[in-house]
């Protein structure tokens, strides 16, 4: 049987990608979540959709020090296994909650392009509530297995791994269960959303829409959410599934060579696949309902009232200053 080979990259690539992403997908999922809460409402249907986006990347960034350390520490967890599990638990909730979400909210852009008026009804807030609440319960249903094949392990060296996958004692069913999720939770909503803006560039070429905001936000959510498929959920499905199919059933010597390479590539395409946590707030900002417009009157409001009360401050100090001047003339008198 063949013993992966690690190299240093592994324990530097991995951190430094998560330290971009926790203070990127920190910082710029705070603000949706904070626009959407307090300056977006009433909700249109696809805030709906970007709000629960926002935070299932919200959720996910907040696990991420722990993986930082994970990895800085020499791939030692010190953590237990019930964090372990709730590690990889969350990470693939984020992963799918994602992609199904981007999927509402392009069937959504579809739907409002390519038949305006058929479906006037069907873009309701109250839909797009039910069917957020659908999209939580499928993740988490899916997903739930994940909190039994994942967990610790202790290596010859007596440290403590985090399996990102499974031990080997499970890895053929776990291998079926990750190919059925690839299939259901990948493979069919990028179908859906390839379809999708084909039929948007078809509308937006042959419709009068020119320079109009419809056709702008239409044609920023089609670059955005194909390149965060293209870079991060596309490449790391692929080399899942190969490192996985290595694992199981590449393991004579000559191809030791070989599953150490799929291996290392499959690290690199883990760092790229969260990377979907720091794309999405330019999404909300280029292809929202008004995210842009907003957000810039928000900042413009707390930046005069942060002047107000500096003002307010400054002239209390002065009246302070002159009262307490006044009584010390009064005394001396």
Known sequence: KCSLTKTGFQFYYLPTVYILVFITGFLGNSVAIWMFVFHMKPWSGISVYMFNLAL???LYVLTLPALIFYYFNKTDWIFGDI???????????NLYGSILFLTCISVHRYTGVVHPLKSLGRLKKKNAVYISSLVWV?????ISPILFYSGTGIRK???ITCYDTTADDYLR?????????TVLMFCIPFIVILGCY???????????LDNSPLRRKSIYLVIIV????AVSYLPFHVMKTLNLRARVDFQTPDMCAFNDKVYATYQVTRGLASLNSCVDPILYFLAGDTFRR??????????????HNVQSKSEEMTLNILSEYKQNGDTSL
Do not use: P, W
């Open 157 to 159: 060296n007596k440290t």
């Open 83 to 93: 964090m372990c599990k709730l590690q990889r638990f969350i990470f693939h909730v």
């Open 226 to 229: 194909l390149t965060v498929f």
């Open 56 to 58: 299932a990347d919200f």
């Open 198 to 208: 084909g039929l948007i560039v078809k509308a937006l070429i042959y419709k009068d």
């Open 138 to 142: 499928l993740v988490v249903a899916v």
């Open 294 to 307: 907003r957000l810039s009157r928000a900042t413009r409001k707390s930046s005069r009232r942060s002047e």
């Open 173 to 181: 069913s776990y291998f079926i269960y990750s190919m059925c999720t």
